[in-house]
């Protein structure tokens, strides 16, 4: 069995951190530069173009499962290594595609060097640091993905206005090839193979199973939600996570240990994950839409509103993973789910006039409660899995942070579209050509637009307010008394 002693570990958490920005970032940074580069291909901005960001996402998704329980396998360096390597090259591949179609097959390799990076990270975390410090470093991990996330917009922006949309891309390139030169000295060895064998036929119908769900979804407000070609989607999907079921019931060494979920604290963990992604991802897609085509505001003034989230979780994240590691998290979670709920409450209720404190204030919340539950939850979520089951429970982790937002935008975007958004649009044109908001026709529109961004919002409170329950539901953890080694009882 391979040894799991770090001999740096704030080097590894280092890297890790590294990666997982890199990876959230990369799934964000794009979409601002959309419209450039497909102006640069001469291609429209809906079809073919879409997919240099749901490919990646795809990609990503479909693998992460697999790549969790194959790092309990053949151990987490060499695959976290291979990933970087690969999303390293991608990038390089995607600033330099001639063509669409290459830009594309490029995001793909890229979407599975993230998947690499990603499966694996939250297990390294642990693996790095005493039990009694998970908490921490898995709050570090939170701030990654959260600041990975919001940065994207604004640092794309930049980056397309100022050089180019290859730079997008570029810009990854210097860091990668730093962080994989550090990591060939610095993550420890793992030689020999781990107890325990793959499972092909299982891995094959879970990577179709969750690829087909998160391209339905991703697709289905511009397919038609009652369309053929997404019902066939879904349909497939459903099929081969049913046939995954059936064949990780039947095997000794299955993909996921479905008996993960008999534990409370796992399911709990999951479900509240899964809930917290569904409720809040879609704030950072809803949001620009009321400032730029209800308020009128630049981009970058957009931008500056949207921070105090990611700074409220920078400064709560950290403190809040550190007081799981001595409270556990059956309080905390939850109370952070419930900042959200109403926080999104009161977002729910902005209107036309609404001041710039009252806009900030409850984004703030937001930010607060998501550092509250993040690192706490994830801790949870590690120590109810077995030390043998650390990777496909990191691999789950992520699995259900992307099924989460995936929901997100769909679900929500759903209501918003369906019921208002599509007013939005209207005001900017009345705003372009001049026209006054102040008559009957443009009140109308804002009520139009308003009853939709207020729908939205207030079922990703509901959303919120269902994940703090589930994670309150979730029992009693184990405490764990000392730290033991990699393939060993983790719980006392």
């Known amino acids: ?285 809803i949001l620009p839409f009321y400032f730029e085509e209800l308020r009128g505001f630049s981009t970058a003034h957009s931008g500056w509103l949207l921070t105090p989230l990611p700074l409220m979780l920078a400064i709560v994240a950290p403190m809040a993973g550190a007081a799981s590691d001595r409270l556990g998290s059956r309080l905390i979670a939850p109370l952070g789910l419930a900042i959200n709920a109403v926080a999104l409450f009161l977002l729910a209720h902005l209107d036309a006039t609404s001041s710039t404190g009252y806009i900030v204030g409850p984004l703030a919340l937001v930010g607060i409660g998501q550092g509250l539950f993040q690192a706490p939850n994830t801790r949870a979520l590690m120590e109810a899995a077995p030390a043998t089951e650390q990777g496909a429970a990191s691999g789950l982790l992520a699995t259900s942070r992307i099924a989460g937002q995936a929901l997100s935008v769909a679900v929500a975007g759903a209501i918003f579209l369906g019921l208002g958004g599509s007013a939005g649009a209207e005001l900017v044109v009345r705003q372009a050509g001049g026209g006054s908001l102040s008559g009957p026709a443009a009140e109308q529109l804002q009520s139009t637009f308003l009853f939709g961004f207020r729908a939205a919002l207030t079922a990703c409170s509901v959303f919120a307010a269902v994940g703090a329950l589930a994670a309150l539901v979730r029992g009693e953890e184990l405490r764990v008394k000392t730290r033991v080694s990699d393939g060993m009882p983790r719980n006392s």
Request: charge should be positive; hydrophobic fraction near 55%; charged fraction near 10%.
């Open 1 to 285: 069995m391979a040894d799991q002693r770090v001999a740096h570990p704030r080097a590894v958490v280092a890297l890790v951190w590294t990666g997982l920005f890199m990876t959230t970032l990369d799934a964000s940074i794009v979409n601002i530069g959309l419209p450039t580069i497909a102006r640069a291909f001469g291609t429209p901005l809906s079809g073919t173009i879409e997919w240099v960001i749901i490919g990646y996402l795809v990609v990503a998704a479909a693998l992460l499962l697999t790549v969790g329980r194959l790092s309990d396998i053949v151990g987490r360096s060499p695959i976290w290594m291979t990933g970087l390597g690969l999303f390293t090259l991608a990038s390089v591949l995607c600033g330099a595609a001639p063509s669409v179609q290459l830009l594309i097959m490029a995001r793909l390799l890229q979407g599975a060097g993230a998947a690499l990076l990603l499966a694996t990270g939250t297990a390294m975390l642990t693996d790095a640091v005493p039990q009694d410090e998970h908490g921490r470093v898995l709050g570090l991990g939170a701030l990654a993905i959260a600041l990975g996330t919001s940065v994207g917009p604004t640092l794309g922006g930049v980056i397309t206005e100022h050089l180019s949309w290859r730079w997008i891309f570029y810009v990854n390139v210097p860091v990668g090839l730093v962080a994989f030169a550090a990591a060939r000295r610095l993550l420890p060895r793992e030689t020999g193979r781990r107890q325990g064998r793959f499972d092909p036929l299982g891995a094959i119908l879970l990577g179709v199973g969750v690829a087909g769900l998160t391209l339905g979804l991703s697709f289905g407000g511009e397919w038609g939600w009652a369309s053929a070609r997404l019902l066939g989607t879904l349909a497939i999907a459903v099929g081969a996570l049913t046939g995954a079921l059936v064949v990780e019931r039947h095997v000794a060494d299955p993909i996921i240990n479905l008996t993960l979920f008999r534990n409370q604290v796992f399911s709990s963990a999951i479900a509240s994950m899964t809930l917290s992604m569904l409720a809040l991802f879609s704030v950072g897609f």
